[in-house]
């Protein structure tokens, strides 16, 4: 078992000398903190845990020694930024520059707290390791319970989602029922409708809630940088390689590993996830050892990955292996019902994450969020609404407070103006792509948003269709 911070552990802090002498004493000053006090090593394992992680987490300090620091991962948009580096901690670079973020309690609660993390250096110098400390916030954060904002509990919640539409409604039935299963799931929606939310739901819900939840981005890394990330490697597999690394896929030994943007990711690293599923053991780089794992799969994509199928960008056998019980997340503007809801629980989420306040949204800044299609999603409203709640310094939110998109999504007679329609839906074929363009003068930004695809994806198809040239230059990128 690994040992609690000491004086002469390689991963202890370089302390000044405070006439304690002992690890002992040491260990007394750390349970004596208010704030939570824990060390990690390389592998991102808990290598120190004081009594105030134990009471603010719900994690003993038997529990966490060993343990992926991941056991304390927050919800997806306001939770903890973890780099690529085995310190996956991105506040360790930084050197003590302190976030307001959540962490997720033993018991699946979402706490709202202020972390600080440093790297920690060995004799010669080189990282070993962090130390990190959080702080609950609000008069009741330091016993392990959050203060709810105003109004959290009629919005119908769920791992930081809300809702009360009944698509919403339909959702989280349907992440109840598969997270007692061991199936692997397709979250499937556009960026920003909350899919790493919904896969931390379906882990906290399942009975391997206990084992570690583990995130990997497919698209911010390439093929190389991707295979190490999800396999591990060996030491000297390749150059930078000086020492053995365990994968994604160890580290989510028992637990559940969330593969985001998998669409994204390369011909040659399919053929190797595929093997990983029907074998159920991994390869590290340069190594030819099989290690037997027990991972839960989940996978998001805002792709239409039937599309790459039949494009031969996408594996089909890979496909039909991940794609077991697909689960399509309801962009926001079908569910126009939640808006308001969601609007008051991220504007009290503010003031209690960072001291932004706002006295609200006025009827008529309200509508403009109505009648706006938000193609970001929740995402783009709670960045709309932070913008606006720095504009309205405290006050009344009003439409000139608002990004200036939403502004010209209002205007026009009765105050209700034209907007961009929603994504169609269907197969992206040349009339479909054709006719969008003709409806907005062959403006590609705005037909790409019209068709639900990436611009780059419509550029190829007009590539291919000998149209990449056609109609007249937009403007404005």
Known sequence: MPPRLTLSSPVAPRLPYLGLGSEEALRTLSDALLDAVFTIDLAGKVTSWNRAAERITGWSLAEALGRDCSILAGDAVHGCACGIGPIRCGLVE????????????????????????????GPDGEVVGALE?????????????RPRPPGAEATGELCGMIGRSPPMQ????????????????????????GKECVASAIHLGSRRAEGPFVRVSCSSLNENLLESELFGHVKGAFTGAVRD???????????????????????????KLLRVIEQREVERVGDSVPVRVDVRLICATHRDLKALVQEGRFRADLYFRLAVFPIRLPPLRERPGD????????????VWGGGVRAAGLSPAALEALHAYHWPGNVRELQNALEFAALRAEGGLIEVVHLPEDLHAARSGPGGRGEQAPAPARGPLDRDRVVAALDACGWNRAEASRRLGVSRVTLWKRLKAWGLASAGREETGG
Do not use: W, Y
């Open 339 to 350: 808006l308001p809801h969601i609007a008051e629980a991220h504007l009290a989420r503010l």
């Open 170 to 193: 339909e959702l989280f039935a349907t992440i109840g029922r598969v997270a007692q299963s061991n199936a692997t799931v397709m979250l499937l929606g556009e960026s920003g409708t």
């Open 133 to 145: 400390s959080f702080t609950a916030m609000g008069e009741e954060g330091l016993d392990g319970r």
């Open 94 to 121: 930084q050197g003590r520059t302190a976030k307001t973020c959540t962490m997720r309690t033993r018991d699946g609660r979402l706490l709202l707290i202020v972390k600080n993390a440093v790297p920690l250096a």
């Open 245 to 271: 690394r365990r994968g994604r896929f160890q580290e989510a030994d028992h637990g559940t590993l969330l593969l985001d943007e998998i669409g994204d990711v390369s011909p040659a690293v399919q053929v």
